[in-house]
């Protein structure tokens, strides 16, 4: 099922000089976990932005084409009918925290949707079980470091149940540790049947959960296939997107003529290719 269909999708910025987008066309299945990548000022963040209508409606500008999001063109749809749909997760969280304490913020998003109280009550502590979130249950945003806003971010956009979580660098700004934390619970929500639109740039660390890699530079898709594929390109080094260590190694090799057949994404699928290539 798609639940994404954009076709021939421009966009300008009003004031820009330059297309933000030039005539993209991306379908999203159900259950993918796509992970969007590209060099600063490519387009990503408003390719994201248009998965929930807040391109066009909240940014304005030129635009030509269509996105349909589950059945629904977002030029035709406002963003609150979008919301259900399309949860977006901001690169910083502090910028969509807005209540008081973290009880009040997973229920704010379901109250402005009409959910029925008992209703949100569940999803609320549900949530805050699912996502380690007790212990901040009555701390306002503000008090929490910059790992825990972004799991309360999350926990805010899933308590409206999208069927797509859209999330724009959530790991920008956070240690490798909190990454490795919100990109953990981002895997095992798409394990567990959510379609996942994720833009980073630490590719090592979500390479090998991803169904899709795609590339953007200058406002278009320059590369969309499975992550071994796109990572493997040349086009990677030439616009300067940061490849996994172990896929490095696999392409200098190959410049060698030593060919490990697969192309590895983590240094334990190195390790266990350069043996196997040894023992030969």
Request: proline share 5%.
């Amino acid at each position: 099922m798609t639940l994404v269909d954009i076709n021939d999708f421009s966009f300008k910025y009003l004031g820009a000089e330059s297309l933000a987008l030039k005539k993209i066309n991306l379908q999203i299945e159900a259950g993918e976990y796509i992970v969007i990548t590209g060099p600063s000022g490519c387009g990503k963040t408003t390719l994201c932005r248009t998965i929930n209508g807040l391109v066009p409606h909240f940014h304005r500008g030129y635009i030509a084409g269509n996105v349909v999001i589950d059945g629904l063109n977002t030029r035709e749809s406002k963003v609150p009918d979008l919301a259900p749909i399309a949860g977006l997760v901001f690169q910083n969280p502090a910028n969509q925290l807005v209540t008081l304490n973290v009880e009040k913020e997973l229920a704010f998003g379901p109250e402005n949707l009409g959910v029925d109280p008992t209703e949100i009550r569940n999803r609320v502590d549900s949530l805050i079980e699912t996502l380690d979130l007790e212990h901040l249950r009555e701390k306002h945003p503000h008090e929490m470091s910059g790992g825990e806003q972004q799991r309360v971010a999350i926990a805010a956009t899933l308590a409206m149940q999208p069927k797509i979580l859209v999330a724009d660098e959530p790991t920008s700004n956070l240690d490798p540790k909190s990454a490795r934390v919100i990109l953990k619970i981002i895997s095992e929500l798409n394990k567990e049947g959510m379609t996942v639109m994720l833009v980073e740039h630490r590719l090592d660390l979500v390479a090998r959960n991803a169904t899709r890699i795609i590339l953007m530079n200058q406002g278009s898709i320059v590369a969309d296939g499975p992550s071994r594929e796109v990572l493997a390109l040349n086009i990677c080094d030439e616009i300067g997107v940061g490849i996994p260590k172990a896929t490095q190694v696999y392409k200098q090799l190959k410049q060698k003529g030593i060919d490990l057949g697969t192309v590895p994404l983590t240094g334990e699928e190195l390790a266990v290719l350069v043996e196997e290539v040894r023992s030969v």
